[in-house]
């Protein structure tokens, strides 16, 4: 794997790490909170995978955030 691509992807991870931190998820429900923590690790995982094409990383966000919303929702049918 190229160095030199990996971290700028690391980089962006870390940036929307932290500004999820920042956001306010007092009126989401886990669903919602699943689908939007993987819709980010899709989004890096996609751009790692193509080598930052904007496909990928569009992919790999819709993947990851369909991903999440399922698990999510089966996170709420346990409890």
Do not use: F, Y
Request: hydrophobic share 45%.
């Amino acid at each position: 794997m190229n160095t030199r691509k990996l971290i700028p992807a690391l980089m962006i991870a870390a940036a929307s790490l932290g500004a999820t931190g920042c956001a306010t998820w007092d009126h989401m429900s886990s669903r919602e909170k699943s689908a939007a923590a993987g819709a980010a690790v899709g989004g890096v995982a996609g751009a790692v995978i193509t080598d930052g094409g904007i496909l990928g990383t569009v992919g790999g966000a819709a993947i990851g955030g369909v991903i999440g919303d399922q698990v999510g929702k089966d996170r709420n049918r346990r409890r």
